[in-house]
Nanobody, 113 residues
Framework: VQLVESGGGLVQPGGSVTLSCATSGFTFSTYAMSWVRQAPGKEVEWVAGITSLPSLFRAASYADSVKGRSTISRDNAKDTLYLQMNSLESEDTAHYYC?????WGQGTQVTVS
């Protein structure tokens, strides 16, 4: 099983970032997926989640801290999860991970400065 995040980097406040998570080794389309993050010295924070349902019924949910400026999406044909975040703030600086209940990736760092 592999979950490989990418797309992080240094972003100016107010900017945007799109994170990707390429997966393999499990049936991606059948798994609910999430993005979680951990800032230095802080607890892990759930950021967003998306169900495994077909697109017509698919549901996304967001932490209050990112609601309204973030979009989680998935491409089951590519086994890939995405997170677009806009209006970035310094508080968004963290290591971002894609995750299922069983698997986590190594993460990608987003630094807002």
């Amino acid at each position: 099983v592999q979950l490989v995040e990418s797309g992080g980097g240094l972003v100016q406040p107010g900017g945007s970032v799109t994170l990707s998570c390429a997966t393999s080794g499990f049936t991606f389309s059948t798994y609910a997926m999430s993005w979680v993050r951990q800032a230095p010295g802080k607890e892990v924070e759930w950021v967003a989640g998306i169900t495994s349902l077909p697109s017509l019924f698919r549901a996304a949910s967001y932490a209050d801290s990112v609601k309204g400026r973030s979009t989680i999406s998935r491409d089951n044909a590519k086994d890939t999860l995405y997170l677009q975040m806009n209006s970035l703030e310094s508080e968004d600086t963290a290591h971002y991970y894609c995750a299922t209940k069983e698997y986590w990736g190594q993460g990608t760092q987003v630094t807002v400065s």
